[in-house]
């Protein structure tokens, strides 16, 4: 039996309650609700009476498969073949991923991988996968090749001593190779040569760490993730909002925040960390399915003990539900929250401490701190529940009953905490004794609903920076992940935006502003619509549409053009400008950006980036906008600091797309 996703179950509960006249009642009776808990448990009950809740389990799918395993492996070993070294990677991460951990074929699955990092110059990656066959059940007649490969990869890391020991072990594993006496013989002058190479002087990884940028005027006592130039205000029109409490400049740090919370895109699976989202060639398999990767152990750990434990029975029955990024981040928050289901009950008895505050500026506050790792700071977040029509909110309750089927059916979620009823809200009560659900799955489903709505809302992308060799105009930002911020959450929009975000180290992000702004002004970021890029009427279209607001910021208001008709001609000077010191500097920044998109010198990105801060500042001091060079400035900005955070060079062509087979269920390698 397929599973059926949740818009399909959407469509034939429309049909059935259309068809014995029911439509108008729920219609009427979801306009009364006015919780999420009460929402849930109708469309639960509707669900379930229909027969239509998901009941496909896949509980037993996904298991480890020697043949799957080795499939994958022939598949990545003709891409190998073809050069095709990305499409190969993914192919060898699958044959890792389906493989039984301790086996042969997860060894030689290693190995191969190994080659093709090697082959990207993905050095150190090459050597941890070679370090894992070696030590697994990889066969003894082929080990003198991934030694030498191991020492070579020494080599270019200039780690000669590793080096040194990784030939000296190949000569001995090539005892015990099938090869022939001519062909060893070859096989020892080789190693001979490469043996010479490693008696260098000295002994270096070659591994260039970057440090997190540091908060402009240190952190901010009463903002666990920001800087002491920015504070939380509220208005009516406005809500909670960040404003200036100094003058900032722009490239000031204004943030550096990690997650509450954050998931992978599905096609970003086989090449990125489940869990803190970083670029890894070398990823290692879940122990239990087939579908999810870490960077390392630590990560392995810690979202097993976080979430994954729960999550790895039933991520494929979620994604052919059709669960994207906003489905998943609500389930792991909820997750998260509960600590896998063990302090649901907890969690509802707090619910009233979590959700009071003494003025609307401190709302999801404690002790006068909003904390970034707090449930308190998510869960106040904004959902925009009451700009919501009940068409929304009927289709979102119906994906969070069927995601709480799911967590239900397949899982020990609420197997962990004792349910009692003392502690329970009456109307969690009423709704278990009206819908015979019991009030912890209800008070579940809630949150999740709650979360899909706030998620919608505040959600973030995780982004990485990637660039071709050989076309170094040619780059693109790609969202990798989503994640929620509860700091940046309260920043609001602007088509003209006067911070920027980067991702660094995976789900990192760091806030910088990227114009002056005053103190008393608020801090705005980008929702993804830009004056630039996007027609006044487009902005307004997507805005009102996924955000529920209209713009009114100046490009908004006075309409300003699409970047390519941008004035660049003839500027309109402010007061007291000193137009040959402008020249000069403009002069050299046509220099500089130049150099930017043509040569990506990553050793001049901190000096270009003086300047050019430098520079935006002249013009915004000096030019009234829109103005062309201005917004070019600050897109150079971006172009280097991109190339400091999360980005990717690719060393081979770009990615080949290939259509995936059946148990792939339709999540892209790329």
């Not at 993914?90 to 090697?118: D, L, W």
């Not at 504070?231 to 960040?242: A, F, L, N, P």
């Not at 119906?398 to 020990?412: G, P, R």
Request: hydrophobic share 35%.
């Amino acid at each position: 039996m397929s599973m059926k996703t949740c818009e399909n179950i959407h469509k034939e509960l429309i049909n059935c309650i259309t068809g014995d006249d029911s439509l108008i009642f729920v219609s009427n009776t979801f306009k009364e609700f006015k919780t999420d808990f009460e929402r849930v448990a109708e469309s639960y009950c509707l669900l379930r009476n229909y027969n239509l809740l998901p009941n496909f389990s896949y509980k037993n799918n996904r298991k480890k498969s020697s043949a799957a395993s080795e499939r994958h492996r022939n598949d990545g070993n003709r891409a190998f073949v073809q050069k095709d070294d990305m499409s190969a990677m993914y192919h060898y991460t699958r044959a890792i991923g389906f493989a039984s951990p301790g086996s042969k074929e997860i060894s030689i699955a290693f190995a191969n991988r190994s080659a093709v990092t090697y082959s990207l110059g993905d050095f150190t990656d090459a050597i941890r996968d070679i370090d894992r066959a070696l030590l697994g059940d990889y066969p003894d007649h082929l080990k003198f090749k991934l030694w030498e490969r191991r020492g070579k990869a020494f080599l270019e890391l200039k780690n000669f001593l590793e080096a040194q020991t990784s030939f000296e072990n190949a000569f001995i594993w090539l005892t015990k190779s099938k090869l022939d006496e001519d062909k060893r013989n070859i096989v020892k002058t080789q190693l001979a040569s490469l043996l010479q190479q490693s008696h260098g002087d000295f002994k270096t990884d070659n591994v260039q760490i970057t440090a997190l940028p540091q908060l402009t005027l240190g952190p901010n006592p009463n903002l666990q993730s920001g800087s002491n130039a920015i504070e939380v205000e509220y208005s009516s029109s406005m809500g909670r909002h960040i404003v200036a409490k100094v003058d900032i400049s722009p490239g000031d740090v204004l943030a550096v925040e990690k997650p509450y919370s954050s998931v992978p895109l599905p096609s970003s699976y086989f090449f990125f960390c489940f869990y803190c989202h970083k670029r890894c060639h070398s990823l290692l398999p879940c122990f239990h399915c087939t579908l999810v990767f870490f960077c390392d152990e630590k990560c392995r750990t810690n979202c097993w003990e976080e979430s994954h434990s729960i999550e790895c029975n039933i991520l494929p029955s979620l994604l052919m539900l059709g669960c994207d990024k906003l489905e998943l981040l609500a389930l792991r928050v909820l997750i998260k929250a509960t600590e896998k289901g063990s302090k649901l009950n907890q969690l509802a008895t707090s619910l009233s401490e979590i959700e009071s505050f003494d003025k609307p500026s401190r709302k999801g506050f404690i002790d006068n701190v909003y904390f970034s790792d707090s449930y308190k700071s998510i869960h106040n977040l904004e959902g925009n529940t009451d700009l919501r029509n009940v068409s929304y909110l009927f289709g979102r309750s119906l994906f969070a009953a069927c995601i709480l089927h799911i967590l239900d059916v397949n899982t020990n979620f609420f197997q962990k905490g004792s349910v009692d009823k003392v502690f329970v809200q009456r109307k969690l009560q009423e709704l278990e004794e009206e819908g015979n659900l019991r009030w912890d799955k209800v008070f579940a489903g809630g949150l999740i609903l709650k979360y899909l709505q706030s998620m919608a809302s505040n959600a973030h992308e995780i982004s990485e920076m990637r660039l071709i060799p050989g076309n170094e105009t040619k780059t693109e930002s790609s969202e990798i992940g989503s994640a929620a911020y509860s700091l940046l959450s309260l920043i609001n929009h602007s088509c003209d935006p006067n911070v920027v975000r980067h991702s660094y180290f995976g789900s990192t992000v760091v806030l910088r502003a990227i114009q002056v702004i005053k103190r008393g002004e608020q801090i705005f970021d980008n929702y993804g619509f830009h004056h630039a890029t996007h027609s006044k009427d487009e902005r307004h279209s997507h805005l009102r549409s996924q955000y529920l607001f209209t713009c009114q910021c100046i490009a908004c208001i006075e309409n300003w053009p699409l970047y390519g008709n941008l004035p660049d001609r003839i500027p309109i000077f402010l007061d007291r400008v000193d137009v040959s010191s402008l020249q000069e500097s403009s002069k050299k920044f046509r220099n500089i950006l130049y150099k930017i998109i043509s040569s990506h010198d990553n050793d001049k990105l901190a000096e270009w980036l003086v300047f050019l801060y430098s520079h935006l500042k002249l013009l915004q001091d000096s030019v009234a906008r829109p103005w062309k060079e201005y917004s070019e400035c600050q897109e150079a900005i971006k172009q280097c600091l991109s190339l400091q955070a999360n980005h990717y060079v690719y060393k081979a062509c770009p990615l080949t797309l290939m259509e995936l087979r059946d148990d792939d269920i339709g999540v892209s390698p790329f």
